[in-house]
């Protein structure tokens, strides 16, 4: 059983910059499709950005490109979430997630990741 751990989040001002690790241990890290999500206060949860497991291919939804980064490290079995020019709109909590895809897409759909990590909070002041 994979387990994730999320830590990095904080306060921070607009403009600014955090970055989320996650920590996974339990099953083999490298197989997993890697994934971030927030959810704001009243608000469904929200898919942010993606890694595959194989040839480290990215998605991003479009608020955050460009000022987002995600990457793995397989061998420490860890990804990241690299975020810059922080906007008070980017303020929610912050969760990783994983999955064994069995497509060749990476997916955007909470529903399809089976494990999740604890939630980290970002809180970005105006």
């Known amino acids: 059983q994979v387990q994730l751990v999320d830590s990095g989040g904080g306060l921070v001002q607009a403009g600014g910059s955090l970055r989320l690790s996650c920590q996974a241990s339990?099953?083999?890290?490298?197989?997993?499709?890697m994934a971030w999500f927030r959810q704001a206060p009243g608000k469904e949860r929200e898919f942010v950005a993606a890694i595959r497991w194989r040839e480290g291919s990215t998605k991003y939804r479009d608020s955050v490109k460009g000022r987002f980064t995600i990457s793995r490290n397989n061998a420490e079995s860890t990804a990241t979430l690299q975020m810059s020019s922080l906007k008070p709109e980017d303020t929610a909590v912050y969760y990783c997630?994983?999955?064994?895809?069995?497509?060749?897409?990476?997916?955007?759909?909470?529903?399809?990741?089976?494990?999740w990590g604890q939630g980290t909070q970002v809180t970005v002041s105006s």
């Open positions: 997630a994983g999955h064994i895809s069995t497509t060749t897409t990476l997916s955007t759909m909470a529903y399809e990741y089976k494990f």
């Open positions: 339990g099953g083999t890290f490298s197989y997993y499709d």
